[in-house]
């Protein structure tokens, strides 16, 4: 193991992101620490610098001092300042107060950047205090085709953009299969932050969060939804299926009194991780190209 001391600070920095990146939230040290004898110790040597009370030497004949003795110029000038309480970062309670503020911020915006402003500034959900940024829709609402995803991935964190890196590209191959590209349509998620260590969104996180993806539709107004993967198609359609269950069958979707026609299919991570899924992606997706020329 290399010393982190012996790292240059763009090593550090790329060392903790890589961290970060895999879900990462606390560093341990190699050994147990006693933080409780720390403090108490910590405690003893600031009570001796501000001049705790002292006994005299033994054998001198000198009684015990009955108090405390002021301190010398030297020992106020030594003594450790208190250290300032540290203010906890402010945590979100995911609560049903919380549903009820997404929903009066979503159903307050008139358009689309506008709901981008909103849930900038939206502070009663969890994940916003672990991601490095807001994952909003990017891309062309006028396309009548919208692409929800179901939480953002490392790279879409890091870059502030939904479907980057590597889950983008194979995104790209998907859909130029069917004569589109990604900046032909526009591209979403149902969550617009990061969970730690790329884990699925709980029930009360996705409750938050379903007034923004509901209103973004609303705005948007797409022709065709086409949701990817397991937990995005159990969001819209319900139940506890899977994906290969959910897939292939077109339902309609509602938000905000806008009815969208919608197809559920295997999500950019799916066939990375089994690339025989492509041939049921593809089925899919011809399937949804043929309703765009219909």
Same mark, same amino acid.
């Given at each position: ?22 879900? &990462? %939230? ?19 040597? +600031? ?42 970062? #402010? ?9 009820? %503020? ?16 909103? &849930? ?28 929800? @995803? ?7 964190? +890091? ?19 069917? @004569? ?10 149902? &969550?617009?932050?990061? #969970? ?6 709980? *029930?009360? %996180? ?14 948007? %107004? ?10 995005? *198609?159990?969001?819209?359609? @319900? ?11 077109? +339902?309609?979707?509602? *938000? ?37 020329? @219909?």
């Amino acid at each position: 193991m290399i010393p982190a001391n012996d790292l240059s600070p763009s090593e550090l920095a790329a060392l903790l992101a890589f961290h970060a990146d895999a879900g &990462v %939230e606390w560093l341990l040290e190699d050994e147990a620490v006693d933080r409780f004898a720390e403090f108490e110790a910590m405690k003893a040597r +600031r009570a001796e610098a501000r001049g705790a009370p002292q006994l005299a030497p033994t054998g001198t004949g000198q009684k015990q001092s009955a108090g405390p003795q002021p301190a010398t110029p030297t020992q106020s000038r030594n003594a450790a300042p208190a250290a300032p309480a540290a203010s906890p970062p #402010p945590v979100a309670v995911p609560d049903e107060q919380a549903v009820k %503020e997404a929903r009066f911020a979503a159903e307050s915006a008139r358009s689309l950047p506008e709901l981008r402003t909103a &849930v900038e500034s939206f502070n009663y959900c969890n994940l916003k205090n672990s991601a490095r940024n807001l994952v909003f829709a990017e891309g062309n609402p006028a396309s009548g085709i919208m692409i929800v @995803g179901p939480m953002p991935y490392p790279d879409d964190d +890091r870059d502030g953009q939904p479907f980057a890196g590597k889950l983008g590209e194979m995104l790209e191959l998907m859909l130029s299969g069917i @004569g589109l590209a990604k900046q032909d349509v526009l591209l979403t998620n149902v &969550v617009p932050w990061r #969970p730690p260590g790329n884990r699925v969104p709980t *029930a009360r %996180e996705a409750d938050i969060c379903r007034p923004f993806i509901e209103r973004q539709i609303a705005l948007a %107004e797409p022709r065709q939804l086409l949701l990817l993967g397991n937990f995005t *198609a159990r969001f819209f359609f @319900g139940g506890g299926d899977t994906i290969h269950q959910l897939r292939g069958e077109w +339902r309609e979707v509602s *938000a905000g009194g806008h009815r969208v026609p919608s197809l559920a299919t295997l999500h950019p991570q799916d066939l990375v991780t089994a690339p025989v899924n492509k041939r049921f992606a593809w089925q899919d997706l011809l399937a949804f190209r043929a309703r765009l020329s @219909g």
